[in-house]
Structures are given as structure tokens and as C-alpha cells.
């Protein structure tokens, strides 16, 4: 089981926030919030896994863990859209990031081990 310390916690929180407010302004001077509904994040956030996993696609796990700098660097591009998508679908989907983490199934990722994850391979 994972501990996090008030302390910790706060920070993290306070990170969390900044953020949340970055992609609203973000967002706001772009006029996108009349598209930000549950199912276009949702969509929106597949759409940008399927470009990362894009450029893992055909290599083997050894290619996946040795990338070019050029492909490194697409991997980069992908991965910053990312992130940006859960808060403002937890946000219209009235859900909050944080006790999400905290609710049944984070602790049920937390608590599986890495031999548990081969056994399912």
C-alpha cells in the first residue's frame, strides 16, 4: 500500500489545482469549452493514446525500450496532450480527480503486484 503524507499531499494538491486552472484559462481563450462534454473528452483522450500507442506500433518490446531521438521525441510530443484531458472531463463528467484515485479501483491498482500482472500475460 502506498502512503502519502499530508505534507506530500498538499503539494500535490496545490499542483493539481494549478493545473486545473491552466487548462480552463487554456481552454477558455480558445473558446473550447462549448465542445468540453463527457463523451468528446472521453473520445478526445482515446484519440491521444492511439497516437502514442501509434509509434510503439510493430516494435518489439527490446525496439519499444531503445527509441531513435526523432522517435523519442514524437513520443514526447504524444504523451504532452495526454494529461491535459482527464481534469476537464472529471470536471463536466462531476467527477473529482482526486477521490477518484482514492476509491475502490486505485486501490485495487495499488494493491496488485508485478507478479500478480505476469500471471495475467
Known amino acids: ?5 499530508h505534507e506530500t499531499n498538499t503539494m ?3 499542483s493539481l489545482e494549478a493545473l486545473r486552472d491552466e487548462l480552463r ?3 477558455r481563450a480558445r473558446d473550447w469549452e462549448q465542445f468540453h462534454t463527457p463523451k468528446n473528452l472521453a473520445m478526445a483522450l482515446i484519440v491521444e493514446a492511439a497516437e502514442l500507442v501509434e509509434q510503439f506500433q510493430w516494435l518489439s518490446p527490446e ?3 531503445d527509441l531513435s531521438p526523432e522517435k ?3 513520443v514526447r510530443q504524444e504523451c504532452a496532450d495526454i494529461p491535459d484531458l482527464p481534469y476537464p472531463f472529471c470536471r463536466h463528467a462531476r467527477h473529482r480527480p482526486a477521490r477518484c484515485r482514492q476509491g475502490q479501483a486505485g486501490d485495487q491498482c495499488r494493491e496488485i503486484s508485478g507478479a500478480q500482472m505476469k ?3
Open 1 to 5: 500500500m502506498i502512503h502519502i503524507s
Open 12 to 14: 500535490e494538491q496545490r
Open 25 to 27: 484559462q487554456f481552454a
Open 63 to 65: 525496439q519499444s525500450q
Open 72 to 74: 523519442l521525441e514524437a
Open 119 to 121: 500471471e495475467n500475460l
